[in-house]
Protein backbone atom coordinates (compact mmCIF):
# COMPACT_ATOMS: atom_id res chain seq x y z
CA UNK A 1 0.00 0.00 0.00
CA UNK A 2 1.33 3.50 -0.92
CA UNK A 3 -0.31 6.88 -0.85
CA UNK A 4 -1.88 8.00 -4.27
CA UNK A 5 0.92 10.52 -5.20
CA UNK A 6 3.25 7.91 -5.80
CA UNK A 7 0.46 5.80 -8.26
CA UNK A 8 -0.83 7.16 -11.37
CA UNK A 9 -2.51 5.14 -13.97
CA UNK A 10 -1.66 1.21 -13.64
CA UNK A 11 0.78 0.03 -11.53
CA UNK A 12 2.92 -3.18 -11.69
CA UNK A 13 2.07 -6.52 -10.46
CA UNK A 14 3.97 -7.62 -7.36
CA UNK A 15 6.48 -10.66 -7.90
CA UNK A 16 7.32 -12.00 -4.87
CA UNK A 17 10.66 -14.43 -4.56
CA UNK A 18 10.46 -17.83 -3.32
CA UNK A 19 12.70 -16.80 -0.16
CA UNK A 20 9.62 -13.71 0.51
CA UNK A 21 6.88 -16.47 0.12
CA UNK A 22 8.18 -18.83 2.76
CA UNK A 23 8.98 -16.11 4.89
CA UNK A 24 5.46 -15.22 5.14
CA UNK A 25 3.89 -18.49 5.19
CA UNK A 26 6.03 -20.15 8.16
CA UNK A 27 6.45 -16.85 9.90
CA UNK A 28 2.31 -16.39 9.55
CA UNK A 29 2.20 -20.56 10.38
CA UNK A 30 3.59 -20.30 13.56
CA UNK A 31 1.99 -17.34 14.74
CA UNK A 32 -0.94 -18.35 14.65
CA UNK A 33 -0.30 -21.46 16.16
CA UNK A 34 1.43 -20.16 19.20
CA UNK A 35 -1.00 -17.09 19.60
CA UNK A 36 -3.91 -19.52 19.11
CA UNK A 37 -2.21 -21.57 21.97
CA UNK A 38 -1.75 -18.49 24.12
CA UNK A 39 -5.18 -17.63 23.58
CA UNK A 40 -6.93 -20.51 24.56
CA UNK A 41 -4.56 -20.96 27.92
CA UNK A 42 -5.15 -17.42 28.77
CA UNK A 43 -9.52 -17.76 28.06
CA UNK A 44 -9.40 -20.66 29.97
CA UNK A 45 -6.56 -19.78 33.01
CA UNK A 46 -6.70 -16.22 33.05
CA UNK A 47 -8.34 -14.14 36.19
CA UNK A 48 -9.41 -11.32 34.62
CA UNK A 49 -10.93 -10.32 37.99
CA UNK A 50 -7.71 -10.10 39.95
CA UNK A 51 -5.53 -9.05 37.36
CA UNK A 52 -7.93 -6.83 34.96
CA UNK A 53 -4.42 -6.16 32.94
CA UNK A 54 -5.08 -9.92 31.63
CA UNK A 55 -7.93 -8.70 29.30
CA UNK A 56 -5.31 -6.49 27.61
CA UNK A 57 -3.45 -9.32 26.77
CA UNK A 58 -6.37 -11.66 25.52
CA UNK A 59 -6.66 -8.42 23.22
CA UNK A 60 -3.23 -8.17 22.16
CA UNK A 61 -3.08 -12.09 21.39
CA UNK A 62 -6.57 -11.98 19.70
CA UNK A 63 -5.01 -9.03 17.32
CA UNK A 64 -1.68 -10.60 16.93
CA UNK A 65 -3.88 -14.01 15.56
CA UNK A 66 -5.73 -12.09 12.99
CA UNK A 67 -2.62 -10.88 11.54
CA UNK A 68 -0.88 -13.76 11.26
CA UNK A 69 -4.09 -15.89 10.02
CA UNK A 70 -5.37 -12.84 7.53
CA UNK A 71 -2.07 -10.72 6.51
CA UNK A 72 0.83 -13.39 7.20
CA UNK A 73 -0.39 -16.42 5.64
CA UNK A 74 -2.89 -14.62 2.75
CA UNK A 75 0.06 -11.95 1.83
CA UNK A 76 1.85 -14.24 -1.10
CA UNK A 77 -1.27 -14.50 -2.49
CA UNK A 78 -2.63 -11.22 -2.47
CA UNK A 79 -2.44 -10.92 -6.41
CA UNK A 80 -5.15 -13.71 -6.72
CA UNK A 81 -7.74 -11.91 -4.08
CA UNK A 82 -11.39 -10.33 -6.07
CA UNK A 83 -11.55 -6.63 -5.90
CA UNK A 84 -14.43 -7.09 -3.34
CA UNK A 85 -11.91 -8.52 -0.78
CA UNK A 86 -9.78 -5.51 -0.88
CA UNK A 87 -11.80 -3.29 1.03
CA UNK A 88 -12.38 -5.61 4.20
CA UNK A 89 -8.86 -6.91 4.07
CA UNK A 90 -7.36 -4.03 4.93
CA UNK A 91 -10.13 -2.97 7.08
CA UNK A 92 -9.39 -5.79 9.17
CA UNK A 93 -5.35 -5.89 8.88
CA UNK A 94 -5.56 -2.19 9.51
CA UNK A 95 -7.54 -3.17 12.34
CA UNK A 96 -5.74 -6.09 14.20
CA UNK A 97 -2.30 -3.83 13.79
CA UNK A 98 -3.76 -0.92 15.28
CA UNK A 99 -5.36 -3.03 18.58
CA UNK A 100 -2.03 -4.80 18.92
CA UNK A 101 0.00 -1.80 19.49
CA UNK A 102 -2.85 0.06 21.54
CA UNK A 103 -2.79 -2.76 23.80
CA UNK A 104 0.96 -3.05 24.26
CA UNK A 105 0.24 0.68 25.32
CA UNK A 106 -2.36 -0.02 27.98
CA UNK A 107 -0.07 -3.03 28.86
CA UNK A 108 2.64 -0.62 29.50
CA UNK A 109 0.60 1.66 31.07
CA UNK A 110 -0.60 -0.66 33.65
CA UNK A 111 2.80 -1.17 34.52
CA UNK A 112 3.14 2.63 35.43
CA UNK A 113 0.13 2.97 37.29
CA UNK A 114 0.68 -0.50 39.24
CA UNK A 115 4.14 0.76 39.95
CA UNK A 116 3.47 4.43 41.10
CA UNK A 117 0.26 4.27 43.06
CA UNK A 118 0.09 0.34 44.40
CA UNK A 119 -2.05 1.41 47.11
CA UNK A 120 -4.72 2.66 45.28
CA UNK A 121 -4.04 0.38 41.84
CA UNK A 122 -7.11 -1.50 42.17
CA UNK A 123 -9.63 2.07 42.71
CA UNK A 124 -8.21 2.68 39.96
CA UNK A 125 -7.80 -0.12 37.67
CA UNK A 126 -11.15 -2.29 38.00
CA UNK A 127 -12.32 -5.15 35.43
CA UNK A 128 -15.10 -3.03 34.40
CA UNK A 129 -13.06 -0.10 33.23
CA UNK A 130 -10.62 -1.80 31.52
CA UNK A 131 -13.50 -3.90 29.42
CA UNK A 132 -14.83 -0.44 28.70
CA UNK A 133 -11.77 0.94 27.50
CA UNK A 134 -11.29 -2.60 25.10
CA UNK A 135 -14.99 -2.03 23.90
CA UNK A 136 -13.74 1.97 22.89
CA UNK A 137 -10.33 1.06 21.44
CA UNK A 138 -12.16 -1.45 19.17
CA UNK A 139 -15.01 0.60 18.47
CA UNK A 140 -12.99 3.77 17.75
CA UNK A 141 -10.36 1.21 15.50
CA UNK A 142 -12.82 -0.01 13.40
CA UNK A 143 -14.45 3.27 12.82
CA UNK A 144 -11.29 4.62 11.65
CA UNK A 145 -10.64 1.89 9.73
CA UNK A 146 -13.65 1.40 7.78
CA UNK A 147 -13.70 5.41 6.91
CA UNK A 148 -9.56 5.69 6.01
CA UNK A 149 -10.11 2.75 4.02
CA UNK A 150 -13.58 3.56 2.18
CA UNK A 151 -10.89 6.64 0.41
CA UNK A 152 -8.87 3.67 -1.05
CA UNK A 153 -7.89 3.02 -4.87
CA UNK A 154 -7.37 -0.49 -6.09
CA UNK A 155 -5.35 -0.94 -9.14
CA UNK A 156 -5.72 -4.41 -9.18
CA UNK A 157 -4.57 -6.36 -7.64
CA UNK A 158 -5.22 -5.86 -4.17
CA UNK A 159 -1.47 -5.79 -3.50
CA UNK A 160 -1.43 -2.51 -5.41
CA UNK A 161 -3.58 -0.35 -3.47
CA UNK A 162 -3.25 3.45 -2.45
CA UNK A 163 -4.03 6.05 -0.38
CA UNK A 164 -4.85 10.22 -0.39
CA UNK A 165 -1.42 11.31 0.43
CA UNK A 166 -3.14 13.01 3.60
CA UNK A 167 -4.49 9.48 4.92
CA UNK A 168 -1.36 8.01 5.03
CA UNK A 169 0.27 10.10 6.79
CA UNK A 170 -2.41 9.96 9.37
CA UNK A 171 -2.30 6.19 9.51
CA UNK A 172 1.85 6.62 9.99
CA UNK A 173 1.53 8.85 12.47
CA UNK A 174 -0.83 7.17 14.53
CA UNK A 175 1.43 4.07 14.46
CA UNK A 176 4.88 5.95 15.18
CA UNK A 177 2.73 8.15 18.12
CA UNK A 178 1.21 4.72 20.04
CA UNK A 179 4.60 2.90 19.35
CA UNK A 180 7.17 6.32 20.94
CA UNK A 181 4.75 6.70 23.58
CA UNK A 182 4.82 3.21 24.75
CA UNK A 183 8.15 2.99 24.58
CA UNK A 184 8.54 6.29 26.73
CA UNK A 185 6.29 4.67 29.55
CA UNK A 186 8.69 1.73 29.59
CA UNK A 187 11.30 3.88 29.63
CA UNK A 188 10.33 5.82 32.56
CA UNK A 189 9.20 1.90 34.20
CA UNK A 190 12.87 1.05 33.47
CA UNK A 191 14.19 4.47 35.28
CA UNK A 192 11.46 4.11 38.29
CA UNK A 193 12.85 0.63 38.83
CA UNK A 194 16.63 1.13 38.36
CA UNK A 195 16.32 4.35 41.04
CA UNK A 196 14.15 2.17 43.52
CA UNK A 197 16.99 -1.05 43.70
CA UNK A 198 19.31 2.19 44.43
CA UNK A 199 17.00 3.18 46.66
CA UNK A 200 17.60 0.01 48.98
CA UNK A 201 20.63 -0.46 49.80
CA UNK A 202 21.30 2.69 50.85
CA UNK A 203 17.95 2.46 53.64
CA UNK A 204 19.14 -0.58 54.68
CA UNK A 205 22.74 0.97 55.68
CA UNK A 206 20.91 3.50 57.68
CA UNK A 207 18.76 1.40 59.47
CA UNK A 208 21.68 -0.93 60.92
CA UNK A 209 24.34 1.84 61.30
Known amino acids: ?23 YLINGSLGTIFNAVVLLIALRHADTYDKPRQIAVINMTFA ?20 PLCYPYYVTIFTSQMCSCLNLLWLNLDK ?5 FPLHYYQMVSRIRVLLLTIASW ?14 TVHSPCSTVSLPPFLYSVICLMYIAIILASFAISAIIYFIARNSRRAEPQAGSVKFS
Open 64 to 83: DLITCLIYMITRPYLNLFPE
Open 139 to 152: TIIITLALTIYFFM
Open 1 to 23: MSNSSSNNGTAPMEHMTSAEVYF
Open 112 to 116: LIYIK
